[in-house]
């Protein structure tokens, strides 16, 4: 996963696996051996597998350690603070995640999240008048300037984040994703004590947001919501919830700056939007893989003999350019997808694991996308070199985007 070559092209790179074969042995970031699944039947097929758990003590008779705690060694983040990134909803397996997704649901309804949208386009509409007074030399940075503070605006208010503590979560953000020991190592202890004092300022005054039905819930419940649960989940909501929806936005917007026939064809006929959404989340999402599954039994995948306790690495990005699912995988076709059918692609996943906000970031990408071609129908790219994007194993993302507003 970290071969350079890999890294600046995961979508020829992970062809590549795919048209060797549907299962390929590898290596994780850390170094543990793994199995790549390429193909998009396998992929959806694995998802949605109950055989397949995320957590490797979930494995009968599996009694060593933690592989993924390997990572957490190379990320130095403290013993007492690994709960906080592997006892996620996301790594969790039933009953507990059945437990954990039934709560965080009971407040993350899609009427809920559907009811947001003309406060997402207000936010939007804010930020893209504000845009010309972000110029320099001509051009502003998308992702600086519009992606990243729309998706950290609409998770905080969602959440219950007070506004005046959204730059440090940005912060916090950047420096998880970054994987670089020397920033979580002061970072990440000040996020979980902060969570820890706002579910304690929160239980004393409760709101309309997410974290108030969250305590709800667990006071409704009992003890089915530990306060170190509760905790997870805000991490994993508010970090998740901005930082992939920033990079969708910011994705896309490049990749129909460079596809003038998919722009034209959007800025005339909004009407595609929701259709352009799933196909750029197919294109360009930012997330390439899946997390790590551990078979439960000895299995077959495709010819391929999987042992019990065997990791396996659900590759979307080669899933989603399968030919032998999609015509013309390559092209990017804001019409691909036609009206009212089931999601054709697995950028969010599939299966128990589906992603929780998948209906808020097709929301807000819908937004972004239709109001800056509404505010700057003529908009370009300022840079038209290589893209300055991040080298991080299993990401697609941009450091930054320069447009010019006005031809």
């Known amino acids: 996963m970290t071969d ?3 890294l600046a092209d995961p979508f020829g790179g992970y062809g590549r696996l795919r048209e060797q074969s549907p299962v390929v042995r590898g290596r994780f970031v850390d170094g543990t051996p793994v199995w790549f699944v390429t193909r998009f ?9 109950p055989r397949f758990v995320n957590t490797p003590s979930n494995v009968p ?5 933690d592989p993924r705690h390997s990572m957490m060694d190379l990320l130095e983040v403290p013993e007492a603070l690994r709960v906080y990134l592997l006892g996620s909803v996301l790594d969790s397996d039933p009953p507990d995640h059945s437990r954990l997704r039934r709560l965080v649901t009971r407040a993350f309804t899609a009427r809920r999240i ?3 949208r003309p406060e997402i386009e207000r936010i939007a509409d804010r930020l893209l008048t504000e845009l010309p007074d972000r110029e320099q030399n001509g051009s502003v940075d998308l992702l600086e300037h519009f992606s990243y503070p729309l998706s950290i605006t609409v998770i905080g208010e969602l959440v ?5 503590d959204l730059d440090r979560w940005r912060e916090w953000g950047g420096d998880l994703v970054s994987m670089r020991p020397e920033r979580l190592r002061h970072s990440f202890p000040v996020m979980v004590d902060y969570c820890h004092d706002l579910v304690a300022e929160r239980r004393r005054a409760l709101g309309e947001d997410l974290l108030s039905e969250l305590i709800r819930a667990q006071d409704d419940d009992g003890e089915r919501l530990t306060d170190v649960e509760m905790v997870t989940m805000v991490i994993t909501l508010v970090l998740a919830g901005h930082e992939t929806s920033a990079h969708l936005i910011g994705n896309g917007t490049a990749a129909l700056l460079h596809h003038r026939d998919q722009l034209e064809l959007l800025r005339d006929d909004p009407s595609l939007l929701p259709r ?4 750029l989340m197919r ?7 899946a997390r790590l599954r551990y078979a439960t039994e000895d299995l077959w995948i495709s010819g391929t003999a999987i042992a019990r306790g065997d990791a396996v690495q659900p590759v979307l990005v080669s899933a989603n350019f399968d030919p032998r699912h999609y015509p013309n995988p390559d092209r990017l076709d804001i019409s691909r997808q036609p009206d009212g059918q089931a999601e054709n692609h697995v950028g969010f996943g599939h299966g128990i694991h589906y ?4 209906t808020l970031a097709r929301q807000e990408a819908e937004a972004a996308f239709g109001m800056l071609l509404k505010h700057y129908p003529d908009v370009a790219a300022a840079d038209d070199g290589r893209p300055d994007r991040s080298m991080l194993p299993g990401s697609w993302r941009l450091n930054t985007l320069r447009l010019r507003l006005r031809p």
């Open 276 to 279: 352009a959404v799933h196909e």
């Open 355 to 358: 992603c929780l906000g998948a």
């Open 61 to 65: 008779g599996e009694e060593g350690a």
């Open 41 to 49: 039947a396998d992929v959806r097929a694995v998802l949605r597998d």
């Open 4 to 6: 350079p070559d890999l």
């Open 160 to 164: 219950g984040i007070p506004p005046a």
């Open 114 to 116: 559907l009811g947001l």
């Open 283 to 289: 294109w360009c999402g930012s997330v390439q893989v």
